[in-house]
């Protein structure tokens, strides 16, 4: 039987501590101790309670997670030195600030590629930062953290799916019918539809339809039978070329399984075809009549 070797991973500002007794700085200790009781008084008024000995311990490793995370953001290196020597040189509450302005970015990310009105909402954007600080910082001065891999994880996530969103946003603004303005977005709706349309080949942007129209569609591309993948380089064409990673690789997959494209050239009734439409385009279909 092996023995599993656990590696020691503590918060950063941990680490940069127990660095101290060599520090030469004069004070150095105190200043950086009366600085953390700064930070922790005023985490606990926002964000836990004051009042409480539970409120006033959750404030302390709240402010250890969110100091350690800035730590990790400024340091160039892996160096529990230099990252002393930031504490030292430019203070606890400059950490902090780094880590927290992190914090916002990433709560400002959507989540997920369906957005609402709530997204927006001033309330909701605070309850969100709150639940980033409370998941990502809230951590243990003296046990093992992975805060900071945890972020890059959902930073990463987040930034996928803002890439999705933003394609799907220039689309509803160079829809070829007139731009579309709504709050509500399924942005994956969205690009499913102009990736399906392209393929008719008329140059034409669709981030938006109905039922009617998709019997036009339908109707005209059995007859013409024309080229999908013609279609599909005026559609990139079109776009920036920012979008293009998540356009190309939407269009792969369609290409490759999509069942409205492949059940096009068949005799599948018309109202089967429009029901598996709605599995791709959702809330982004205008229903016109049934």
């Known amino acids: 039987m092996q023995i599993a070797l656990v590696k020691e991973n503590l918060p950063r500002l941990t680490r940069a501590i127990r660095l101290l007794p060599g520090d030469h700085a004069e004070d150095a200790a105190v200043i950086l101790a009366d600085e953390l009781s700064g ?21 302390v490793n709240l402010t250890v997670g969110c100091v350690s995370l800035g730590l990790e953001h400024l340091l160039a290196v892996d160096s ?23 914090l916002k970015e990433l709560s400002q990310m959507p989540e997920d590629s369906l ?4 997204d927006s909402d001033p309330v909701y954007a605070q309850r969100r930062l709150r639940d980033l600080f409370f998941e990502l910082c809230l951590t243990d001065a003296a046990q093992n953290w992975d805060g900071p891999v945890r972020f890059a994880a959902q930073l990463k996530q987040r930034q996928e799916v803002q890439a999705i969103v933003r394609l799907a946003n220039w689309l509803r603004r160079h829809n070829t019918e007139g ?19 392209a393929v008719e080949g008329k140059g034409k942007i669709v981030a938006r339809t109905g039922q009617k129209e998709f019997e036009r569609f339908v109707k005209a591309v059995r007859k013409a039978k024309p080229d999908y993948e013609a ?7 079109a776009v920036p070329e920012q979008h293009h990673p ?17 059940s096009i050239p068949t005799r599948k009734a018309m109202k089967t075809l429009f029901a598996e439409l709605e599995n791709y385009a959702g809330s982004e279909l205008d229903a016109d009549y049934d």
């Open 39 to 59: 930070i922790t008084a005023m985490v606990a008024d926002k964000f836990t309670n004051n009042r409480t000995a539970e409120g006033i311990q959750k404030a």
């Open 80 to 102: 529990d030195e230099l990252a002393l020597d930031i504490l030292v040189d430019n203070g606890a509450e400059a950490a902090f600030q780094a880590g927290f302005r992190q």
């Open 115 to 118: 957005i609402g009105e709530y």
């Open 179 to 197: 731009p579309i303005k709504d709050a509500d977005l399924n942005a994956e709706g969205v690009i499913a539809l102009a990736i399906i349309f």
């Open 231 to 237: 279609g599909w380089e005026a559609l990139v064409a």
């Open 246 to 262: 998540v356009l190309l690789n939407r269009i792969d997959l369609y290409r490759r399984s999509c069942t409205v494209l492949q």
